[in-house]
Every structure is written in C-alpha cells, then in structure tokens.
C-alpha cells in the first residue's frame, strides 16, 4: 500500500484547500478511503469516508458542510476540498485506506500516507 498525499499549506481562516491523495499498491477501487487528521497536541480523528464508488460519503460534525470528499477511481486518486477553513482545522491530514475511525473501526496506521500538512490563520 502507497498512498502520497498533497495539497497542504498555509491558508488565513476563511480559506480553501484542496488535497489530494495519489494510490497504488492494491486495487484503489474495491475499498472505501478515509480522511484522517491529527492537530497539534491533539490524537487523529476521522473527517470524512467515501465508498468503494463513491457515492456514499459521510462526515464528522467538526467538518460537515465545510469538507468535501470525492475519488476518481479511473486515477486512483481520493480527494478532499476544504471550505471555509477555521484555525482548528490547523493539522497533518493522512488519507487512509479503508474506512478508519468511522462507527467504531479501529485506526491502522501502517494503511495510512506521510500525511500533508495545513495550517490556518486567523
């Protein structure tokens, strides 16, 4: 499993980012994706899933309404457009193989990226 994310950066609050999530290693279209985040100071905690094809999605409450995520399988590339950031959402996003952290399934760290980092100021 490979998963090389990108996008992060610095961005004032209000702003928007868009990161992506490069896949190869397994077959990118037969598993639900995970975005995960972890602040500074602060464990990692999963913002959004996606099924296997896409068409279910669902969202913490941190994030909902703001964050968007969306795969192109034919790429073997998850995505997750982030509005109208806040300085909490200051933290190293990792997209994550399978669904982690949602309803209880436990975090499996060695299924995860290098993570990129986004920081928001005020």
């Known amino acids: 499993v490979q998963l090389v994310e990108s996008g992060g950066g610095m961005v004032q609050s209000g702003g928007s980012l868009n990161l992506s999530c490069s896949a190869s290693g397994f077959d990118f279209g037969r598993y639900g994706m995970t975005w995960v985040r972890q602040g500074p100071g602060k464990g990692h905690e999963w913002v959004a899933v996606?099924?296997?094809?896409?068409?279910?999605?669902y969202y913490s409450d941190p994030v909902e309404g703001r964050f968007t995520i969306s795969r192109d399988n034919a790429k073997n590339t998850l995505y997750l457009q982030m509005n109208s950031l806040k300085p909490e959402d200051t933290a190293v996003y990792y997209c994550a193989k399978g669904l982690q952290g949602f309803s209880g399934t436990p975090y499996e760290r060695q299924d995860w990226g290098q993570g990129t980092r986004v920081t928001v100021s005020l």
């Open positions: 996606i099924g296997h094809a896409g068409t279910v999605t």
